[in-house]
């Protein structure tokens, strides 16, 4: 069974940086896509990054510029490098995979707080 394991998360000062790290279990097939929703307290879950398994990137604009992702296929992994890290960027991320046939994986999140 696919699972997902995120790391990388932690407490950061406001324009500092973070790098998360999501390793599949399992390989799937391509085409598939990769990414990153993250949730704020009270908030619903939002979209902010997603990556083709042919390397296309996909930002929400709130993170455009700032944020980072890539894909390792070897290694199962992506990835999120945030830069500029804001107030407003404080949330539960979630890494999210999703294999040819539409089936959506989830991992079971990390969090990540940014001090102003």
């Known amino acids: 069974q696919m699972q997902l394991v995120e790391s990388g998360g932690g407490l950061v000062q406001a324009g500092g940086s973070l790098r998360l790290s999501c390793a599949a279990s399992m390989t799937i097939a391509t085409p598939n896509t990769k990414g990153w929703y993250r949730q704020a307290p009270g908030k619903q879950r939002e979209l902010v990054a997603t990556i083709s398994s042919g390397g296309s990137p996909n930002y929400a604009d709130s993170v455009m510029g700032r944020f980072t992702i890539s894909r390792d296929n070897a290694k199962n992994t992506v990835y999120l490098q945030m830069d500029s890290l804001k107030a407003e960027d404080t949330a539960a991320y979630y890494c999210?995979?999703?294999?040819?046939?539409?089936?959506?994986?989830w991992g079971q999140g990390t969090q990540v707080t940014v001090s102003s």
């Open positions: 999210v995979h999703v294999d040819r046939l539409g089936i959506i994986y």
